[in-house]
């Protein structure tokens, strides 16, 4: 296939529907670890064509919903401070932090900027020599490496007055910390093809082998989700537990090198708090010695800005697959994509913003056993309305397509 329509096609989605429920003998629990990902299932209702006993439980991917709440916190301080510019990709600007978010502070005042590369950042800094330029870099594996980037121009060129407040995270430290979790259930992963692009796959066929799962990296259009489900449920139903690479197109094994150098180069492991999740040993990254200089953290002075999660919002157990979205009792009442309590429905990526957007406020019926001919146009099988939730208008629906 050549063109991106294609991975749409009704009929191909159909032949691998059918083909799974042919496949599929007994109940199997599978998790998508990429937030893209999860909108694709939420959107086009492919987790409600499955066969009975199937079920996509919904991963951390996220990188917008597992930033944790201190660092929220310490991007509002560092924001409000005179002279600094704060700049950041869009769906960072309405995640709240303990009591507000960079929108309040840039209605307060403070210089707070939308930019689209980190390398927008460093020429804010070029230009501005008289102000502090602080970039907000968050992200998996797939953004670390313009970041890193961005770094060691800094340094390069002498830019003193550029810093990164970094919240970077990896993917394979956090699905052995779900494998380690006494509530998992998750039998099979669908490993995120961007982040394979990136570091490759050598990290998998260990994770794999040591908790007896099979990984199959998977892209993002609705034929991909479909495919990585197959071979993954002829895996669980083989019982095998091995690495594939179902997204050749985009994924070699070694990864991109240069990219991986880079980060070597900048970077160095740490542990990290997850959102909602809690410490990941050696699941982030920081700047590496050599380029200590340029953390907004240390040249801040904000390392030891605490906090406490909210009671209400139980996002934490959504990204650990716990629970479905519209499980959370302020799902669509006291949280809604104008009034979130979390960072998973602010989030384009964010579970939550999925069930929202798409309308899945209560549980679904019973999924058909095929695919229509128009299933994947994309609307997605209708599922009931809550009162609570039915009063919210459609400009929250908008609010959360535009977000990021």
């Known amino acids: 296939m050549k063109y991106l329509a294609e991975f749409s096609d009704p009929a191909l989605a159909k032949r691998l529907v059918d083909q799974i429920h042919a496949t599929v003998t007994q109940p199997w629990a599978m998790m998508e670890v990429c937030g893209g990902q999860t909108h694709t299932i939420v959107r086009h209702g492919i987790d409600q064509l499955l066969p009975d006993g199937v079920e996509m439980i919904h991963g951390p991917g996220c990188p917008v919903c597992v930033t944790p709440l ?6 509002l301080e560092i924001a409000s401070q005179p002279g600094v510019i704060f700049c950041s990709f869009g769906d960072m600007l309405r995640v709240p932090g303990s009591g507000r978010d960079l929108f309040r502070i840039k209605s307060e005042g403070g210089d707070v900027r ?13 230009e501005n020599p008289d102000k502090q330029v602080v ?17 060691y121009q800094a340094k390069k060129l002498g830019i003193e007055n550029f810093s990164l407040l970094v919240s970077h995270v990896r993917v394979p430290p956090a699905i052995e910390a779900i494998m380690q979790s006494p509530n998992c259930r998750v039998q099979a992963f669908l490993a995120a093809g961007h982040v394979c692009s ?25 034929l991909d989700i479909l495919a990585g ?6 895996q669980l139903e083989k019982g095998e537990h091995t690495l594939e690479n179902a997204y050749r197109r985009a994924v070699r094994d070694e990864g991109n090198p240069a990219a991986k150098a880079m980060l070597a180069d900048v970077f160095e492991t740490t542990d990290r708090a997850w959102r909602g999740i809690g410490m990941i040993p050696q699941s982030g990254w920081r700047l590496s010695e050599r380029y200590r200089e340029y953390d907004a953290e240390y040249r801040f002075q904000v390392r030891d800005i605490k906090t406490e999660e909210s009671t209400v919002c139980r996002s934490g157990e959504v990204l650990q697959g716990h629970i479905k979205p519209h499980e959370c009792e302020a799902f669509g009442t006291l949280c809604t994509p104008r009034n979130p309590l979390g960072a998973t429905m602010v989030s384009s990526e964010g579970a939550c913003a999925a069930y929202y957007l798409y309308r899945r406020l209560q549980t679904p019926t019973p999924a058909p056993t095929a695919m229509g001919d128009n299933s994947l146009a994309g609307a997605t099988s209708p599922s009931a309305t809550s009162p609570a939730a039915s009063q919210q208008t459609s400009a929250d629906n908008k609010e959360v397509s535009s977000v990021g």
């Open 70 to 75: 201190e660092i929220i916190d310490k991007a």
């Open 114 to 126: 939308v930019v689209y590369s980190p390398l927008d950042a460093l020429n804010l800094a070029r």
């Open 135 to 151: 970039f907000f870099g968050i992200g998996f594996e797939t953004t670390a490496p313009p970041n890193a980037m961005t770094v």
């Open 198 to 222: 990136v570091m490759g796959v050598e990290e998998y066929p260990e994770l794999a082998e040591k908790y007896k799962v099979p990984i199959v990296v998977t892209g993002f259009e609705p």
């Open 229 to 234: 489900i197959l071979r993954t449920v002829i």
